[in-house]
T-cell receptor
Framework: DGGITQSPKYLFRKEGQNVTLSCEQNLNHDAMYWYRQDPGQGLRLIYYSQIVNDFQKGDIAEGYSVSREKKESFPLTVTSAQKNPTAFYLC????????????FGPGTRLTVL | AQTVTQSQPEMSVQEAETVTLSCTYDTSESNYYLFWYKQPPSRQMILVIRQEAYKQQNATENRFSVNFQKAAKSFSLKISDSQLGDTAMYFCAFMSPILTGANSKLTFGKGITLSVRP
């Protein structure tokens, strides 16, 4: 079955620690995205990538970093510089067609203690 | 920059009735795409319906249809014969088409929580 996987579903970390969220897709999509979801805020774009070894900052990139070494994988690192990292994180992917429909993973809930 | 506004934070509807969720957006572009996504309690985002701005005909997917008013920059979602499984958050989203050498991204509204009452 084709799809997007994110692991783990729940993640707990101590304040000041970096943490990496996994996102893998087997849909052969070129583009991948990371969103952050907070209550009452909708989804906000953190980073996105359209090709391997290239990525662009979204609207709230500060305190986050990404890599795109393989087409299938787009991990997100939440660094200690992110002031309020507790949130729900969604990964998405899309083909590069004219309408660029995005398909979402199940999400990771990150809680920083 | 594009903005998407969903002014109603919550709505409730009786099972089997019809409900309309509102969305307005702001853009200077003439060609773009609009989406409604559903996020049930499982938090899995699911595409409900898509509308291309250059198409005058409103999109329809089974019980879901849109009322797209381009001049008014309005994009509402109508759910007919509401079912308990329609209980979810609904997000309106805007996307510019990909241009050569440019990048495209989704801009989301803040969402509306819809509750379907038995």
């Amino acid at each position: 079955d084709g799809g997007i996987t994110q692991s783990p579903k729940y993640l707990f970390r101590k304040e000041g620690q970096n943490v990496t969220l996994s996102c893998e897709q087997n849909l052969n999509h070129d583009a991948m995205y990371w969103y952050r979801q907070d209550p009452g805020q909708g989804l906000r774009l953190i980073y996105y990538s359209q090709i391997v070894n290239d990525f662009q900052k979204g609207d709230i990139a500060e305190g986050y970093s990404v890599s795109r070494e393989k087409k299938e994988s787009f991990p997100l690192t939440v660094t200690s510089a992110q002031k309020n990292p507790t949130a729900f994180y969604l990964c998405a992917s899309s083909p590069l067609t004219s309408y660029n429909e995005q398909f979402f993973g199940p999400g990771t809930r990150l809680t920083v203690l | 920059a594009q903005t998407v506004t969903q002014s109603q934070p919550e709505m409730s509807v009786q099972e089997a009735e019809t409900v309309t969720l509102s969305c307005t957006y702001d853009t200077s572009e003439s060609n773009y795409y609009l989406f409604w996504y559903k996020q049930p309690p499982s938090r899995q985002m699911i595409l409900v319906i898509r509308q291309e701005a250059y198409k005058q005909q409103n999109a329809t997917e089974n019980r879901f249809s849109v009322n797209f008013q381009k001049a008014a920059k309005s994009f509402s979602l109508k759910i007919s014969d509401s079912q308990l499984g329609d209980t979810a958050m609904y997000f309106c989203a805007f996307m510019s088409p990909i241009l050569t050498g440019a990048n495209s991204k989704l801009t989301f509204g803040k969402g509306i929580t819809l509750s379907v009452r038995p």
